[in-house]
RNA sequence: GCGCCUUUAGCUCAGCUGGUAGAGCAACGGACUCUUAAUCCGCAGGUCCUGGGUUCGAUCCCCAGAGGGCGCACCA
């Protein structure tokens, strides 16, 4: 066997494969490009059902129309061939006869393989039963598959196989195209509602000397020519908020970050943040925003505002419930709870709800906790969870009616976190202390906890002017509006272990 | 990281108390000018995830490992 012949294999597929390469010579040998430069067409399949989707049974246009896609069934009738043609928004029937084409090129036609790319050219018609169809007069390869896809009918079901080959996945399964409709039409939508209240949209680094804005473990690179350890961010606002310390006033990112944590339903190790800041705005602004900017997703993605958590409608448009959530704890617990209290009486209330209490938690990281064992997956419809406890939120403003409150807000819909905002801390002074509870939290085991920031804690002291600021995990309120179970479903790419091949 | 489940033809899946595997689709050969997952006839296709062990004999039982899913933990 020389180096460049085909293996004609052992297995199902290498023979496929093999069978597929010999008719890429064959085509060759016959003066054939099997993988042309270039297609003009003059209507995608959706124009063409725009257009002729209303013709009755049996009609014949006089439009002669050029079209491109993939074949991805084939119904041979012997001078006759019926196949279906995709392209990105749909797929329509291609009629093929023999006496139109000709023999010669019904046979190029019949060896077409499914998941060839092709042009065609041809009259739009109905067939008797009715199907939208065009009733080809040529087809030209444009690009040959030599490797067959999945089952026609059940399309890919394997969970690996889906998220390793999404490409795939995306030829076969209309579920999975159709999300990530959604997820553009969300993403697009944020911008619109944006771009129409005068916010700019900036990038900012993703390569950070400090992971600040979060408590989370970052990924950890190095710059060679630089000899410097740098982290991949996990979180965008301090950088943001340099730029509302700047006079941009209103800014927004919509950005990749990173957390070094572990893989779930609900989490992949990079996701989508969109943070944003307004000046002269605290965190009432921003929940009315909020929900302003989820109700248009909504509406922009599917058309309607109503979306299914668990199964059960729930129309976004409705004021959200706003709570405190000392107040939810109490509920959940019977117990009145609050920072001001002695940490032995929560650390008590916590072990009586089976919740772990490390030595670095405070009494306000004692009732986060508290507040995720008993509240956190009982929040179905869409609450507005505020007034965190400063110890756990070390970038936001302390409440204007409690000193041991900040006017802070996690949003939580269907049991999950999907927002975080503040009414931004911009005192300089105040913001030091925090960021040194911060480091001393840190040397105390903690490893999510941050440093302190130098650089963004100069940009403070020129000045930042009250601001509201939001993250919305956007990979999350996806899954939301497109229903989707798994994080895996809203992300193209998602991270999984390494393939061996 | 821990627990449970799972891995069989290119794809979707069967496979009984242990006797070395089947179907549908795709492919290939044939029939067919209105099909819609076309239909009909024929033919081929396998490292039963990997490595050990038990056994006369392992897809099946046991152990270890790998991939995947779900749950818990961490977190958004």
Redesign the pocket.
Known sequence: MSDESVDLG????E??RA?RLGSLDALRAKGTNPYPYRFDRSHTLGEIRNEFGALEAGSETKSHVTVAGRIL????????I?A?LQDRETSI?L?V???IVGDDAFDAIN?L??GDWVGATGIVMT?????L?IKVDSVILLSKAVR??????????????R?RQRYADLIGNEESRRMFAVRHAVISSFRRTLHERGFIEVETPVLHVEPGG???RPFVTHHNALDMTLYLRIALELHLKRLIVGGMERVFEIGRVF?N?????????E?TMMELYQAFADYTDIMDLTEVLFVNAANDATGSSTVLIDDIPVDLAKPWRRVRMIDLVREATGVEVHPSQPREQLVALAEKHGV?VLPHFGPGKIIE?LF??TCETTLREPTFVTGHPVEISPLARVDRNDPHLTERF?LFVGG???A?AYSELNDPVEQRLRFEDEQKSKEAGNA?AGTVDEDFLRAMEYGMPPTGGLGI?M??LVMLIGNA????DVILF?T?????F
């Open positions: 052992t297995n199902g597929l023979q496929e069978r069934l084939k119904r041979d009738q012997g001078k006759l019926f279906t029937q009629f006869s023999k006496a060896n393989d499914l067939t008797r039963k009715g199907e169809s067959p896809l999945p089952d026609k009918w059940h399309g890919l079901t394997d969970t690996d196989t998220y979060a408590h989370a957390r944590e572990g893989i779930s339903t609900r989490h992949n190790p996701f772990k906790e995720d064992a996690e999950r976190e999907l975080n999510e995990g990979d999350r179970q798994s994080i895996r998602p999984l272990r390494l393939e061996a």
